[in-house]
Structures are given as C-alpha cells and as structure tokens.
C-alpha cells in the first residue's frame, strides 16, 4: 500500500514556492548576502526551526509566521531558481507527474528585482526542471489579501504578457482573519479573466468561512479554491460547489498545523466526498509541513478518510480541473490511465 501511494502518478494543484525552501538552501543564500537581515549566522538546526512547523499551531496567523524567512531570502534571480528546481526535482521523485506552483511575485521585488523579473526567473527555470524531469509545470501568480487594489492591478499589469505562457492562473492570498473579503478586489479578478488568467482563491480555511465563500463564488465565479474544507459544514455550499464544478484544492496537514482540526479522523473529506463536491489533495508548503504528497496520501490512508482507488479517482479528478491546455491534459490523462490499467489495486472497488 505505501509503495503505491508513492509510485503512482500524482497531481498537485495546490503548492507554494514560498512553503518550499530547504534549510540548507536558505543557509546558502543566506551566507552569500552575508546574513543580511540576521541578527547573526544561524546553524542548520535554527534555521530548520525557523522554517519547519514543529507541530500544530494556534491559528493560521502563526503558520503564515514561517513564510517570514522565505521572504526575506527569496528577493533574487538565483533564489528563486534554485527554490523552484529543487521544488520540481522533490516533486519528481515523488511521482508527481504534474504540479502547479504559486506564488506572490510582488513579495519578492523589496531589493531591486522587477515583478518581471521574478516572474521570468521562476517561468524558465521551472521550463528547464520540467524538461529535465519529465514533471509538466504550470504556476499562478497570486495577489495578496494584504495588499491594496491598485498594488494587486500594477502586478496584473506586469504579468499580462505571460498568461498562456506557462502562467495559467491569477490566485488570492493571505491572512483571511485580517483582511476577510476578496470581494473588496472584485477589479483584481475580472481584470485576471479579461487578461486571459484562470482564476483561483484562497478562501474557507477558516471556522464558520461558509457563507463568504458562497458569496465569493457565486461573484467572482473562481474554477477552483485553495482549502475550503469548511464547506462541509453548509449543504447549501456544497450543492453549489458540485453543480458549479468549483474544486477545492485541499490541504489536511497544513489545516491541522494551523490548528483547525484537531486530527486526521476529524478532517471532513468524507462528508465533501459524499456530497459530490469536487476535491484535490495537496501539500500546501512540503517543505515548512515537512510533508511529501504520497505522505499526504499515507495519513489519509490510516485515518480511514479514503482507499486507495478513492485516491487515485481524485487524481483523475484534480487532472480535469487543471489550469492546462485540454491536449495536454488529454494526453496525460491517457498516460495515467494506461499507467493504473495494471493495477487493480488502484482501479478496483
Ligand atoms: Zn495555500
């Protein structure tokens, strides 16, 4: 059973380049801008500390605490290729046969680089991993919660010449206790769609988030969402999310890390399951959950939320709502299915 979640072919729609950064490639950049921005060197176990959540947390305002370092180092061309190749090549060797990556180009400007330029840093290399290993890459930019409109547009407008270009998709992001409402920065995403982005968000991570996601769905019209588990608590939402086709990329570790659910057997997959709600699973941030996808996999296994032909079926699934081009995805999706012809483990039940 273990050998399968890792060996087959897996989709992941839902993971931060941010969340991705290695310890000891942040003590390498870290040295090379002579730790600037530290109050002195770090070993490897503090920096480990610093970007690894050791357990549950209070609340997600303490996780997003763990992208404090990522941004810090992550302002140039050569960090963020390397974040993104390493990214790609973990990705790879977890079988994930495609992936896409967000991340926030604006945070990555604050000593001198251009949104242009983070955005081209992160596109070739991420074209260079992918031929290389063989993992199909699509990114989406995301606009921050924290942000003001007119910063969110300025980026839209750096990044428009990239959509279709290996940029698929526009995402929402940040603190949502803080700064609730993506229908504040309706502009951002109709301006996203005119420009040619898919559109994503960032939404129902949080207790009781139900109702605003409804609303948001219903007028920002997003094909997908980033958590939003909460919905399995309204019927209602439910029902809207399957007959929409709006699927929800999920993230159970990070969910729990951020103090959510207080264990794997409370996550409420089954319920949305149930419900025809389209779902995905993800790792949010593999490198500060310390999480691979097929470990995902494994705990969902032992806490008896899915099988194992639950799981791939929503491999499949997560594939047909992908920010790809439909050839593509057709191919890959032949691709998989010839993959789990011999493997009744995966097909049966
Ligand atoms: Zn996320």
Known sequence: MTDLCRAMPKVELHLHLDGALRPKTALDLAAARRWKGFDAPLSYRQMHRRLVVPHALASQKELLSYFETPGLLLQTE??????????IWEKAADHVCYCEIRWAPQLHTEE??????VVE???????????QTGVIVRLIAVGMRTHP???NLRMLKEIASFAGNGLAAVDFAGPEAESPDALEQEAFFFRARELGFEITLHCGE??????RLAEQIRRLRPKRVAHGAGA???????ALLREQDVMLDLCPTSNLQAGLYPDYQSYPLPRLLA????????TDDPVLSD??????????LRAGQVDLPALWRLNLDALSHAFLEEEEKARLLGWMKDWASNVPELTEG
């Open 78 to 87: 050569e960090g963020l290729r390397r974040v993104t190749r390493e990214l």
């Open 112 to 117: 001198g680089l251009s949104v242009r330029q």
């Open 121 to 131: 840093a992160v596109l070739e290399e991420s074209a260079a991993a992918s031929r």
């Open 149 to 151: 409109l007119e910063q």
């Open 206 to 211: 949080l207790p009781d988030s139900a109702p």
């Open 232 to 238: 399995a608590e309204d019927l209602a939402l439910c």
């Open 275 to 282: 419900a025809g709600v389209p779902v995905s699973i993800s």
């Open 291 to 300: 999480l691979s996808l097929s470990d995902e996999y494994r705990n969902l």
